[in-house]
């Protein structure tokens, strides 16, 4: 079965980190770009940031450039999003989704990916 789930999200405190997985299953993803996007209540869903797996190359939304990081894990067929300084405003539910383009102009837009997980909840809350 084809599939990615996503995993690594909770509740914490302003300040906090967090690590989200996004695990493929029935697929290698080495031919991929992987996009982490985020969804809050009454939002449109945004791009987070994006890693192309052949090359490693990452990019990301201004609002969390230097607080996170987009990884992968080749032998586990994974890849990571590690959240540091967490904002109340980076609450939101989390996908990661995959797609065949791999140009860097298109990759934080949502209608670039046709492969979707079920998301995880990230809230940031004191």
């Known amino acids: 079965q084809v599939q990615i789930v996503e995993s690594g999200g909770g509740l914490v405190q302003p300040g906090s980190s967090l690590r989200l997985s996004c695990v493929a299953s029935?697929?290698?993803?080495?031919?991929?770009?992987i996009g982490w996007f985020r969804q809050a209540p009454g939002k449109e869903r945004e791009g987070v940031s994006y890693?192309?797996?052949?090359?490693?190359?990452?990019n990301y939304t201004d609002s969390v450039k230097g607080r996170f990081t987009t990884s992968r894990d080749n032998a586990k067929n994974t890849v990571y999003l590690q959240m540091n300084s967490l904002k109340p405003e980076d609450t939101a539910v989390y996908y990661c989704?995959?797609?065949?383009?791999?140009?860097?102009?298109?990759?934080?837009?949502?209608?670039?990916?046709?492969?979707w997980g079920q998301g995880t909840q990230v809230t940031v809350a004191s």
């Open positions: 890693i192309i797996i052949s090359d490693g190359s990452t």
């Open positions: 989704a995959v797609t065949f383009i791999r140009l860097h102009q298109l990759l934080l837009r949502p209608n670039t990916y046709n492969f």
């Open positions: 029935g697929f290698r993803l080495d031919y991929y770009a």
